[in-house]
């Protein structure tokens, strides 16, 4: 914690403050530009998760389209290939430098206590929370100071307080603290006598020395998501040659995997990401009709997993090793957890460079890792593809009451149109929601933020905007039973929708209605018009 002898240094600096400088957040110092932001970035560094957790090998998940900025087209907009991670970078660092963003961000400057001043008295602050039912949440900038934040610089290791109106939190839930695994007494990582590292310490190491880490080592990698999928490849073409060896992916949950975005020759976003395709699945706040209609739409909702499914089995090796999941594709897709394959990953597993193994637990002994069937795998190297804990990270900084309130009962962060916690005052997280393009749903949700902060319109009452976060909740639980991921991709057009009317837009924003129905939505469809 920050000295309170720092206490009488505060540094009056902004209205607004931003803390991250990854995409949300370099999307907010533009969208915010006009109240002079500043924005504190830990590293020397923007790109957030791009530029820190990322591999060799890492790529982006979707077209170039389907990832710029509403006014910033990617250069080639139209290559179908999937740009990399350095790609991805380049693109970042020219909005930024387009639209000015750099001089509002403060490098190696990592915030390490919040306080809230808003209401001093805890007493006030308890009988806020408790009558939320009749309380309006009020203007993002009150006219004085709500938030005091204490930033320590990497290279002096000076502490600097700041005070702030409004705060933007946009550290995400991806990067800086990894989600580990627990084991029983005397089976953790302790007794193995190789390697352990968390994909996120992988990231961390250079080419050669990743290279030199994986290079005839016996390779165990725990998961089956994206990052454990690229780590699995990585492995794979360091252990070319015959005194190569090969890599095993321990998986304990199965998940759907993609080759590219056609499905027997149909582009994919007709399945799911047109104002057509979504008229299928539930969505919050739908009237009467369409609750009553829906059932009968069911069918066709069933068969369109199946189809997408049928195509993955017949062109993926699912079935010969083991990899086809329970559950249906659209519990996947409506999780944010499909993952693109790379070209040569199944080809590795031809040449039995990459090896499964399911298991439900797992622990180490000191030569590997052993499962609950007894078997044991030998491993030099064990890799965790284990996720992140991105709530620990804001509660670590948050202070009480609201660090307590941060999450419900349900490990979920309440956020009203996936920005705004009801009983947070005057903060704001970005990039805590998911979709199939987290680039366009963190700028239009900026873009709100910006109006919200101009007081275009007001935000609803707390009791309201509680009653619409746990309807997006519901729907999210009887959709998949991944619902913590907080995922829309289901219904992200009627949720853009939604915050189109809360800023005025007009909610549909095609040139007709065929490509209304039928067109894909994406950044390019919310530029603000006002703006060009």
Known sequence: MASDQNQSHIHLASKVGVIGAG???????????????????ATDSIG?????????????QT???????????????????FPSHVEILEYLHGYATHFDVLKFIKFNSRVIEIRYVGDRSTDNIQHKLSSKTSTEYGNLLKGHPVWEVAIENNQSQTVQWYAFEFLVVCIGKYGDIPKMPSFPPNKGQEVFQGKVLHSLDYSKLDKETSRALLKGKKVAIVGYKKSAIDLAVECAVANQGPDGQSCTMVIRTLHWTVPSYRIWGLP?????STRSSQFLHERPNQNLFRTLFLPLLSPMQRAISKFIESYLVWK????????????????????CQMAILPENFFA??????????KTSKWWFWNGGIEFEDNTRL???????????????????VLPEPFRSLLVDSSGIMPLYRGTIHPLIPNMAFVGYIE?????????????????????VFKLPSIEKMLTQVTEEMQVMKRTTRFYKRHCISTFSINHSDEICEEMGWNAWRKKNWLSEAFSPYNSEDYIDEKEN
Do not use: M
């Not at 949300?24 to 970035?41: C, D, R, W």
């Not at 990832?67 to 139209?78: G, H, L, V």
């Not at 090796?317 to 519990?331: A, C, I, M, N, T």
């Not at 491993?379 to 709530?391: E, F, I, P, Q, R």
């Open 23 to 41: 995409i949300s957040g370099i999307a907010a110092a533009k969208q915010l530009s006009g109240y002079s932001p500043v924005v504190f970035e």
């Open 48 to 60: 957030g998760v791009w530029k820190h957790c990322s591999f060799t090998s890492t790529k982006l």
């Open 63 to 81: 077209p170039r389209c389907d990832y710029e900025f509403s006014d910033y087209p990617w250069p080639e907009r139209d290559n179908s290939t």
């Open 268 to 272: 994919f976003f007709l399945f799911y």
């Open 316 to 335: 993926l090796p699912l079935v010969k090793y083991g990899l086809k999941p329970d559950h249906p594709f659209v519990e996947d897709y409506a999780s």
């Open 348 to 357: 590795e597993a031809d040449k039995g460079k990459i090896e499964f193994k």
């Open 378 to 396: 030998e491993a030099d190297v064990v890799l965790l593809a284990t996720g992140y804990d991105g709530k620990k990270k804001l509660q670590a």
């Open 435 to 455: 979709s199939v393009s987290n680039l366009h749903t963190a700028e239009l949700r900026c873009t709100w933020l910006a109006k919200l902060a101009d007081n």
